[in-house]
């Protein structure tokens, strides 16, 4: 896996930006960071501007965009899976236990790839409430979008899964894809055992319909 590039926002009178300018200067120089490109704000405030940042120092690593002072140790292991999808339903945890919907939104639209990465926070039995609430939030935004169609095959899958909620959540977000490929999944879960994921699949089968 290629070593991510990396860009800091700092200042000239911040007290932590050194530090922070240090530790990923180490990271370059044990080849975790491919690349660092440096920009003080005060000279370049427009970089600032066109990022929507208001703090320094900011940093972003591969996709992923951290405001605040990070250690060294954490710096390295965001860079660590900045390509993996796993590194990708991480940070998109991160984002929306944060209350950072709209900067999770704001990668989709970036790259509607990264919608992917939301797929193993939906399958995670554990993940807390509002965190998937914060999921559903973003794949109602992006229904019937192709990034979501692209997804139908897993969601499918999800579809399938032992626990009731991920596969009630499955038939809804299939349902939102608006694709005729979601019919068979969803028909399939008419005749689930869970009374709930019954009622969801036939309200998933009456959005394809839309």
């Known amino acids: 896996m290629p070593a991510p590039d990396a860009l800091l926002l700092i200042s000239t009178h911040c007290p932590h930006c050194p530090a922070q300018l240090a530790a990923l200067a180490d990271l370059v120089k044990q080849g975790v960071i491919g690349r660092l490109t440096v920009v003080n704000v005060e000279a370049h405030p427009e970089e600032a ?42 940070y998109f945890h991160l984002l929306l236990k944060e209350g950072r919907i709209a900067d999770a939104r704001a990668l989709i639209e970036r790259d509607p790839a990264t919608l992917a990465g939301l797929l193993p926070i939906v399958a995670n039995v554990d993940a807390s409430l509002n965190v998937r609430l914060g999921v559903g939030a973003l794949l109602e935004d992006f229904a019937g979008s192709a990034a979501l169609r692209a997804q139908i095959p897993r969601l499918g899958e999800l579809s399938q899964h032992p626990d009731p909620r991920i596969r009630a959540d499955a038939c809804y977000y299939l349902g939102l894809s608006g694709d005729p490929q979601a019919r068979p999944w969803i028909e399939a879960r008419r005749d689930d055992p869970d009374a709930d994921v019954r009622e969801i699949a036939a309200e998933a089968l009456e959005a394809l319909e839309r």
């Open 49 to 90: 501007a066109a990022l929507g940042v208001r703090s320094v120092p900011w940093v972003r690593l591969g996709r992923f965009e951290f405001a605040g002072v990070m250690g060294k140790a954490e710096l390295a292991a965001w860079a660590g899976k900045a390509d993996s999808e796993a590194g990708l339903a991480d």
